[in-house]
Each structure stands twice: as structure tokens, then as C-alpha cells.
């Protein structure tokens, strides 16, 4: 006789709305976290060596968690609530000049219109198309049917819009913006999450959608409006685990799953790393998928194949973090007087970006990174002390696997993280002096922290061969796995990544579905 209806492995944000979702239709679940806290890479943390400066040390900030899911779970009544900076995000550039991008969007049009008239007058045709885009493939991935790339071409073109599709779908980013922006200014904006936590480039077909999956959810009400969390994304998957109870989830931390035990096909119990072993109706995995099936279940369980399959997924990492106790904000020299940035990007143009990602795929460290800088408590002061700060840097390109010759992660921490913090001190050169203590966490220490195969934030690249049906691998099918009630809720399912939300909602929408 089975203990629970379901168990969920894993207390990422994609495991608690799943847990919730599960609980609230009355499956009797529960959730094993191995760390001592929940919400996987969405988590507030102390800075090493400076109690009571806080950073989000994974996800830094939110942009995709749909508003009917918040309302949906009741949210709100967990705790949690949004801080929505203004500007939104500023790029400075090395002439000193900057385009911020605000709330109002005419106010951003003037900004873009600093750098061409001509791109000020394309913006709102872009958004449009973008939009359009949106709303066509959202409803597709949320469904449960999971679509083949040639069935989503097909509903594109049945809308008229198959010109989207070939843009957004299949496209390079460079490509999606050619022949409507002509400065670089407004392409290295525009363009800027293409390559979010992928192992790519502006030239490399597929990441125009990997900007548009930036897009999804419009968390603040707007899609592409990345916001904050107040008290840092650990309070949304605080506020995501007290639904869960709420609805009648059992939570445990310190609890990691050692293995997942299969008998005749069938997912149905899970081992403890103590031994404690835990039966349950359903198995659903919020590990990545490489983590899932090749390290916590039996080899003779699956086909050689499928495991062939898995160990294809490009799982690279590129992403390090490097986070700050800050005496005082730094002041960014293009900064008029007396304006407080709560976000900075680093990225001054397509070809630095293309740069940087060249220096990945030859095994190095990017010498001149691309970086979003928060500084969160700017507009929340309650990540830092009093008069005090925090910053977290989200930089790329820091490939997983380096070049042998340079000694592996832990040799290259310290000089990665200072690139990091010289890159920004060029925008902001009194950075140095302002900084109480650091933290650099690599590609390995991402992996290592948050169990994530590689330091992958996706669990694998969302690029062609990876999405749809193809995601995490051929013989899954959304949630579904070749094994008898073994789910994956992760974001290496379909359909995908960041902190949306919506492979968890599937996957509890598929489990209980299967019960009949």
C-alpha cells in the first residue's frame, strides 16, 4: 500500500506549484527537498562573511510566473508581493551614454529615439510582433497536448502568421532584428536575453525564442517586464511551499532522494540517502533530466537508447554569479545626478556578445562578459542592514567545461569573479570601494548548490532539437516518461525553462489525469 499519492522530488519552484496544485485536488503529497531550505535556484541567501546582506544566489528576478497561477495558489496571502523598479533596467554604454528602459513605454521610446530616431519609430511594430508571437505559442505550450514543431508551424500558419513563426521559432536573434533596428545600441537591447543561460550566440538559429520564452507569463502584467520579489526570490517559493501546505502538502528538507525505485516498468517508491525508503502512486521529478535518469535510477530500468539520448541533452552551463555586501550602492558614471539604478546591463553591442560566447566555446572564461547587475535593495531594503547593500551579478559567458590547460572551476573562480567586478567597475569605478564582502559561485559551485547537471538554469538549452516533443528527449511526452508513473515537473520538460511555473502546473495536471 502505498504512503502518499504522489511524491515530489525536489522543492524547486516547479515541485512546490506542482505539490499545490496536486494537494488542492486532493492527492495526499509530499515534497522531499535535500537542501535544508526550499525553492531549488529560487532562494534569498546570506553572502558568506557578511550576516544580514542578502542576495538571490539563483534566480534573481521575475518575469514569467503567470498571474492566474498567483491567483490560482492565493499567493498573496502567503506573502507574496512584487517590487517594480523604475527605470526597469538602464544599459550604460563605454561613451557614456545609457538607454533605460521604464514603466511607461513612451517614455521608452525617447530613450530609444537618443540612439535613431528610425529605431524609436520600429519599437512598438516589434513588441507588436512579439506579442502576436506570444499569443499564439503560449496557449500551445500550456495545453497538455504536447505539439511537434511542425504541428506548431502548422497553427501558426492557420492564424496567418506564419512569418512569426519563422522569426521567433527557428531565427537567430540577429536575424529577428535585421532590417528593423540599425543601432547597435538597440540591437544589443532588444536582443539581450537571446543568449539568457544559453550555450549560443546572436547569430545562432533558435535564440530569437529564447527571448521570446522571456516573454511568457507577463508576471507584472506586461510580457518581457522583468520585476523583483520582495525579500528576493526565496520569498516566492516561501510563500509557493506555504500553499502547498495550505492545500494539505507534507514538505521535508534535509530529505534527499537517493535513488527512484522501478519494478516492472513502474516508478514506485523513492530511497532516501539514509536509506528510509517511501512508497507513493506517482514519482515526479523536479531534477534535471540528466540528474533524473542516469543518476537515480537503475541502468537496466531503461533502454540504451533513451539513455543515449539523455546524455546527448546540451546541458553546458555558461552562467556564473558573483554576489556583493555592499557599504553603499556604486555610483555608475552615467548616472545623472541623484538617479539610483536598481538594475544595470552590461551589454554595449551584438558583436561584444558574440565575443564573449567565442571565448566560451574555445573553453575560456569570457574576458569581457555580458551581466546584469541587481541591486535589489535599492527598492527593498530588506536584503541589506540599515544604510547598507547588496549586489548579484548574472554574467556570461563562463562555460562549465574548460579548456584542461586552465585547471578545472576551482582553480579559475577567483580570477572569473574578478573579470566580473572589473567589467562592472569600468561603468562604476568607485565598485571596489564599496564592497563589504564577495561571493563568486562558478558554473561547478551552481551545480554543486542547487544540484542542476552542468549549473544549467533550463536543464538544458530551450534551442531547436530540445523544445516541443523533443524536450527533454524523444519517448517523453510533456510530463510523461517512459517509465509508469515517473513524471518530470522540472524545467528540462516541456515546455521549458525560467520561473514560470508551467511544467509544474502540467505535470500535476497529467498526474492527475492518469488517476482517473
Not at 93 to 112: H, I, S, V
Request: net charge negative; charged share 20%; with cysteine.
Amino acid at each position: 500500500m502505498a504512503d502518499y499519492g504522489a511524491i515530489v522530488v525536489g522543492g524547486g519552484h516547479n515541485g512546490l506549484i506542482c505539490a499545490a496544485y496536486l494537494a488542492k485536488a486532493g492527492v495526499r503529497t509530499l515534497v522531499l527537498e535535500r537542501r535544508a531550505i526550499v525553492g531549488g535556484a529560487c532562494v534569498t541567501e546570506e553572502i558568506p562573511g557578511a550576516p544580514g546582506y542578502r542576495v538571490s544566489t539563483g534566480a534573481a528576478q521575475l518575469g514569467n510566473l503567470p498571474p492566474d497561477m498567483a491567483a490560482e495558489l492565493k499567493l498573496t496571502d502567503f506573502g507574496y508581493a512584487l517590487v517594480v523598479p523604475d527605470p526597469l533596467t538602464v544599459f550604460p554604454f563605454p561613451d557614456g551614454r545609457y538607454l533605460a528602459l521604464w514603466q511607461d513605454p513612451a517614455r521608452t521610446k525617447a530613450e530609444f529615439a537618443k540612439f535613431s530616431p528610425g529605431d524609436a519609430e520600429a519599437l512598438p511594430g516589434w513588441f507588436a510582433d512579439c506579442n502576436a508571437f506570444c499569443d499564439v505559442i503560449e496557449p500551445i505550450l500550456d495545453a497538455d497536448a504536447v505539439p511537434s514543431l511542425d504541428e506548431v508551424e502548422s497553427t501558426f500558419a492557420a492564424a496567418g502568421r506564419a512569418g512569426l513563426f519563422r522569426t521567433f521559432m527557428l531565427g537567430s536573434m540577429s536575424a529577428a532584428l535585421d532590417g528593423r533596428f540599425e543601432s547597435d545600441e538597440a540591437r544589443a537591447v532588444l536582443g539581450y536575453t537571446g543568449a539568457f543561460g544559453t550555450n549560443a550566440g546572436p547569430e545562432t538559429p533558435g535564440t530569437a525564442y529564447v527571448m521570446a520564452h522571456h516573454m511568457f507569463g507577463a508576471t507584472a502584467g506586461m510580457r518581457g517586464r522583468a520585476v523583483y520579489v520582495k525579500g528576493g526570490m526565496g520569498a516566492l517559493a516561501e510563500a509557493l511551499s506555504r500553499a502547498a501546505a495550505h492545500f494539505g502538502a507534507e514538505l521535508r528538507t534535509g530529505a534527499e532522494v537517493a535513488r527512484i525505485r522501478v519494478r516492472d516498468g513502474t516508478a514506485h517508491a523513492v530511497e532516501l540517502a539514509g536509506g528510509e525508503i517511501i512508497v507513493a502512486d506517482a514519482i515526479i521529478s523536479n531534477a534535471d533530466p540528466q540528474r533524473t535518469f542516469l543518476r537515480m535510477i537503475d541502468g537496466s530500468a531503461l533502454s540504451t537508447g533513451f539513455r543515449n539520448s539523455l546524455s546527448r541533452i546540451e546541458m553546458q552551463g555558461v552562467a556564473m554569479k558573483v554576489n556583493c555586501a555592499l557599504d553603499a550602492l556604486p555610483r555608475f558614471t552615467a548616472a545623472p545626478e541623484g538617479e539610483t539604478w536598481a538594475r544595470v546591463s552590461l551589454c554595449p553591442s551584438p558583436g561584444y556578445v558574440e565575443a564573449a560566447w567565442a571565448d566560451a566555446r574555445a573553453g575560456r572564461p569570457s574576458r569581457h562578459p555580458m551581466m546584469t547587475v541587481h541591486m535589489q535593495s535599492a527598492v527593498d531594503g530588506s536584503l541589506a542592514p540599515e544604510g547598507r547593500h547588496s549586489l548579484t551579478c548574472y554574467a556570461q559567458y563562463f562555460p562549465y567545461f574548460l579548456d584542461p590547460s586552465l585547471g578545472g572551476w576551482d582553480a579559475q573562480r577567483q580570477a572569473a569573479g574578478d573579470v566580473i567586478l572589473d567589467t562592472v567597475a569600468a561603468y562604476a569605478p568607485d565598485l571596489r570601494d564599496c564592497i563589504v564582502a564577495t561571493e563568486a559561485m562558478t558554473p561547478l559551485d551552481i551545480e554543486r548548490r542547487f544540484a542542476m547537471t552542468g549549473g544549467h538554469q533550463f536543464h538544458g538549452d530551450l534551442m531547436p532539437g530540445q523544445i516541443l516533443d523533443a524536450r527533454p528527449v524523444p519517448g517523453c511526452s510533456g510530463a510523461r516518461t517512459p517509465l509508469d508513473r515517473l513524471y518530470l515537473c522540472g524545467a528540462g520538460a516541456h515546455p521549458g525553462g525560467c520561473v514560470w511555473g508551467v511544467p509544474g502546473r502540467r505535470a500535476a495536471r497529467a498526474v492527475i489525469a492518469d488517476r482517473g
